[in-house]
């Protein structure tokens, strides 16, 4: 049996060098054509230009009456009635005004309309209630997009709006980015299956279950290597396997020092090694390499130390590998509601909910940071980046966090 490491033959990294070297491997994959009308959440991989001018004609902006503004406050005669999507057509003269609906394209001669609540209609006879300039109440020829117009940008991730979008422009497939395909490897021979019986002292497996719902909200298709012992040859067969079948590995647990922490060797064996340990908490093993050029994140066995990893390292890297143009979190200043105390060695992340009060940030601690305990991050909309120090943070001080799920209001 291997004698347990004293000390990691792996420097310590900062966050941003880690940040840095993973992003610099993290390209974006290759596009496909898709489904415009069914493509929510995917990247565009080039840009999108109007075919042609929305509205085509102009048109009516509301329920009232087209005529001529010229005309000033002269009562009109009411010759018709033109709707959206009718085909009657009318051609209005001096002093004449027709029923117009909201969206019915203005009929010829008239240049303006009127809202009916600035009108009365009595006898066929139509009666202003202020006087019109051309142009009042019609959306003109191109007015929501022009012909050759830039509507949609490439590394854009599209939305219920950019859906829509494409809709109105009649634009029914598009060129995205292909998602990553993400092979997640469970690994210790404490580890058992959620629904299988768990031996004393063994531990469920949450970890793959977790980061594989993590890596569907990122925007890629997880598949699932299972659960591989503590084997040096197992753990190979499986690594090797998920490589053919995916273009990011992550593997949980077997990061650290222990004579059963196989990864790291492993993947310095098949690949080039980046970094293995991180200044950073929770997550410090968290390892990085590549082999054959695709990208393989080693996480931490502790289910807070793999998730939190996940989101600060390895999901930017799956958005920039769809080609998303804004990979990273948002990041914001919030208010601390507790007191907050460092660690005395390592940044630390510290999970957080985050609320609007009076027109501040509010950060709210989840309770204990335990990497171990998943209820850490029950709720938790945000990571607090907490320097490292002696020094504990009083409430009301402010520190930078990073908004991981939507923003709580005022309640």
């Known amino acids: 049996m291997p004698a347990m490491l004293r000390e990691s033959p792996y420097p310590m990294v900062s966050i941003a060098e880690a940040t840095a070297m993973i992003m610099a491997h993290a390209q974006p994959l290759g596009s496909e054509e898709v489904d415009a009308l069914t493509a929510i959440g995917r990247v565009l991989a080039t840009d999108i230009r109007s075919p042609e001018d929305i509205p085509d004609v102009p048109k009516s902006a509301m329920d009232g009456y087209a005529l001529r503004a010229g005309d000033g406050l002269t009562p009109r005669r009411v010759v018709g009635e033109l709707t959206a999507g009718g085909t009657l057509t009318v051609a209005l003269g001096p002093n004449e005004a027709t029923r117009i609906m909201t969206g019915a394209p203005l009929p010829p001669g008239a240049d303006a309309m009127i809202p009916v ?27 929501d997009i022009a012909r050759d117009q830039l509507a949609l940008t ?19 497939r598009i060129s995205a980015y292909r998602r990553p395909r993400v092979a ?59 490589l053919e079948q995916a273009d990011v590995l992550i593997t949980s647990g077997g ?93 630390e992340y510290q999970r957080i909910i985050v609320r609007y009060r009076e027109g501040r940030m509010v950060a709210t601690t989840t309770g204990s940071q335990s990497s171990s305990r998943l209820l850490s991050l029950r709720g938790a909309n945000g990571l607090l980046l907490v320097p490292a120090g002696e020094t504990i943070y ?14 709580i209001g005022e309640g």
Request: proline share 9%; charged share 20%; glycine share 12%.
């Open 117 to 143: 609540e600035l009108t009365e209609e009595r006898e066929g006879m139509l009666y202003l209630k202020r006087e019109l300039k051309p142009g009042d109440y019609v959306h003109v020829v191109g007015q």
């Open 394 to 407: 009083p409430a009301g001080s402010v520190l930078p966090a990073i908004l991981t799920g939507p923003l």
């Open 154 to 172: 490439a590394g854009t991730t599209l939305g219920a709006a950019e859906i829509g979008i494409l809709a109105t422009l009649g634009i029914t």
């Open 184 to 242: 997640v490897l469970a690994t210790g021979d404490e580890v058992v299956e959620p629904n299988e019986v768990r031996p004393g002292g063994a531990v469920r497996d949450s970890n793959r279950y977790a980061l594989m719902a993590a890596i569907c909200e990122a925007g890629g298709e997880p598949v699932s290597l299972g659960i591989a012992r503590d084997d040096l040859e197992v753990q190979r067969q499986a690594i090797l396997r998920g």
């Open 255 to 347: 990061v650290s020092m222990g004579t059963r922490d196989l990864i790291k060797p492993l993947l310095a064996e098949l690949g080039t090694v980046y970094f293995g340990r991180i200044a950073f908490k929770p997550g410090k093993p968290t390892t990085f390499a590549t082999i054959a050029g695709k990208l393989v994140f080693g996480l931490p066995g502790f289910p807070v130390s793999s998730l939190v990893s996940f989101e600060v390292f390895v999901r930017p890297a799956l958005r920039a590998l769809q080609g998303d143009a804004t990979p990273f979190r948002p990041r914001i200043e919030v208010v601390l509601a507790d007191p907050i105390r460092p660690s005395p060695d390592r940044p």
